[in-house]
């Protein structure tokens, strides 16, 4: 079965430090990953895609995540958190044993950036 | 451009009344998905819609849950009866075409209770 593991429920980091969310996978075939992020009482917001390429994504808001095969993750990073980055993060899998285009969630990284 | 449109945001009812909410994807977007996201838990698929046609609904427990997209364009998602289990935030998403490689965007959610 495909799956994503966010081994992590929160993360914490100063503002101006980097930060890391991690996440790592597991499908049959080729691996669609994605990061989404919630902010209170709103829905999630796509930050970046993996489909196939350069092992470093680049996405939104100035996060990038880097993929890796041998490992199985897929970690979201930021050089230099913000406060406004504090959030819900979720990392997501295309779930290609269905019939359709859904994605499998991870259970979410709360990442707390303090001042 | 406007972002994917639920209502209502909020709903309280008791356990075995029914309830339904509302989704308006993105102009122009054919496929448009319904998730349950559970307290602490990361969403989780009910049904796909490519236009006004099912793509997936293996998830959905069709017994007490039902969700209709007649014309193609808007969505409704039923509950009937609900059960104290249903209290979570239902999320439609939509994307412009069912692809693989594609991003889903999300409304903001209907926070369910059931009492």
């Known amino acids: 079965a495909q799956s994503v593991a966010q081994p992590e429920d929160q993360v914490n980091v100063a503002e101006g430090n980097p930060l890391t969310v991690k996440c790592t996978y597991s499908v049959s075939g080729n691996p669609y990953l994605f990061w989404y992020v919630q902010y209170p009482n709103r829905g999630l917001q796509f930050l970046l895609k993996?489909?196939?390429?350069?092992?470093l994504v680049k996405g939104s808001y100035g996060f990038e995540a880097e993929f890796n095969k041998s490992q199985t993750s897929f970690h979201l990073k930021k050089p230099s958190a913000l406060v406004s980055d504090s959030a819900l993060y979720f990392c997501?899998?295309?779930?290609?044993?269905?019939?359709?285009?859904?994605?499998?969630f991870g259970k979410g990284t709360t990442l707390s950036v303090s001042s | 451009e406007a972002g994917v449109a639920q209502s209502p945001r909020y709903k309280i009812i008791e356990k075995r009344q029914s309830v339904a909410f509302w989704c308006n994807p993105i102009?122009?977007?054919?496929?448009l998905y319904w998730y349950q996201q559970i307290l602490g838990q990361g969403p989780k698929l009910l049904i796909q819609?490519?236009?006004?046609?099912?793509?997936?609904d293996s998830q959905l427990p069709k017994d007490r849950f039902s969700a209709e997209r007649l014309k193609g364009v808007d969505s409704t998602l039923k509950i009937q009866p609900a059960k104290l289990e249903d209290s979570a935030v239902y999320l439609c998403a939509s994307s412009l075409w069912s692809s693989q490689f594609t991003e889903q965007f999300f409304g903001p959610g209907t926070r369910l209770t059931v009492l």
């Open positions: 993996y489909i196939t390429g350069d092992n």
């Open positions: 102009s122009g977007h054919a496929t």
């Open positions: 997501a899998v295309r779930d290609l044993n269905q019939a359709g285009t859904a994605l499998i």
């Open positions: 819609f490519q236009n006004n046609g099912v793509v997936d």
